[in-house]
């Protein structure tokens, strides 16, 4: 699946499922909610942190896709492509920091 697919599949589905989109501004709480369930998980099975009795059954995968719905959400309602804006956004990165990972002792073998 494309990320252009992953937007119009997401918008059938609000308008199918949910209505409509929530405004940006709850779907920007969601969505912050979402990555600290991510964060949670991350803590637990890779941290320091032991797992609760409330966090059986969580699934890193689940929750990833949660997060990435409500960024999918919140590209639809503002008219974002994110194809375009991660062909941009990784433009940017190789310009910038192409040479400087490279020589980054600390990600030396």
Sequence with gaps: MTLAEAQAIVDKWIQENGVRYFNELTNMAILTEEVGEVARIISRQYGEQSFKKSDEGKNLGDELADVLFVLI??????????????????EKK????????????????
Excluded at 73 to 90: M, S
Excluded at 94 to 109: C, Q, W
């Design 94 to 109: 190789t310009a910038r920091d192409s040479e400087r990972h490279k020589n980054n002792k600390k990600l030396g073998s």
């Design 73 to 90: 959400c919140l590209a639809n309602q503002t008219g974002t492509d994110l194809t375009e804006a991660l062909r941009k956004n990784l």
